[in-house]
């Protein structure tokens, strides 16, 4: 079956700290990735997604994510994360084309200190 | 971007009432919407699958009697939990999909807290 896996369940930081997320999925043919985002009393919202072309994705709020193929991974890093970074954040994996199979990874916790 | 409405937000009620909760699609048409069930400190779990005017899909090991969907209208699709109980207390979290958009987007609602007494 297909899963999608985050290596850390909760991650503290301090202000101006670099922020890297992994995510890894067993889905074997072509997928659409994505990051989303969910701020504390709020819904989820899309950072980034691949489907095709330069595997390096870039986002809103200075997110970027690298897909490499080889390694099944799709890893969301930031150079320098704010206060404001503070939420949840999901990977999910969905089969290409056009599959209404979308699968959530359990989230990462994310808390950037003042 | 496009936007998702639930309504309610917040809805307690009591062990074996039913409780509906609507999903909207704001500014798009939406031929396929989702619902996801969200536990505490956990990742989303798809329910169902619905697609307008067609039964709903569901996920193996949710009971599609326990949460009726109904996919009425390309902008509307309700989901009813029939005869509560408490452990169906969790997070329910609908989402869109906008076939306009090319990509295929998935667009989420704000959830809706369900409470079961």
């Known amino acids: 079956a297909q899963s999608v896996s985050q290596h850390n369940h909760h991650v503290i930081l301090s202000e101006a700290a670099s922020l890297e997320l992994g995510c890894n999925y067993s889905?074997?043919?072509?997928?659409?990735l994505f990051w989303y985002v969910q701020y504390p009393g709020q819904h989820l919202q899309l950072l980034l997604k691949y489907f095709s072309g330069d595997p390096l994705v870039k986002g809103i709020k200075g997110f970027e994510a690298e897909f490499i193929k080889s390694k099944f991974s799709f890893n969301l890093r930031k150079p320098s994360v704010q206060w404001s970074d503070t939420a949840e954040y999901f990977c999910?994996?969905?089969?290409?084309?056009?599959?209404?199979?979308?699968?959530f990874g359990a989230g990462t916790r994310l808390t950037v200190k003042p | 971007g496009a936007v998702v409405s639930q309504h309610p937000s917040r809805v307690i009620c009591k062990s074996g009432t039913s409780v509906k909760i609507e999903c909207r699609s704001l500014d798009f048409q939406a031929t396929t919407m989702f619902w996801y069930r969200q536990f505490p400190k956990k990742s989303l779990m798809l329910m169902a699958t619905s697609n307008e005017g067609s039964k709903a899909t569901y996920e193996q090991g949710v009971e599609k009697d326990k949460f009726l969907i109904n996919h009425a209208s390309l902008t509307l699709s309700t989901l009813t939990v029939t005869s509560a109980h408490p452990e169906d207390s969790s997070f329910y979290i609908c989402?869109?999909?906008?076939?306009?958009?090319?990509?295929?987007?998935?667009?989420f609602g704000p959830g809706t807290r369900l409470t079961v007494t």
């Open positions: 999910a994996v969905r089969r290409a084309p056009n599959n209404n199979d979308m699968r």
């Open positions: 989402s869109a999909r906008d076939p306009s958009s090319g990509g295929y987007e998935q667009y």
């Open positions: 889905y074997g043919g072509t997928v659409n």
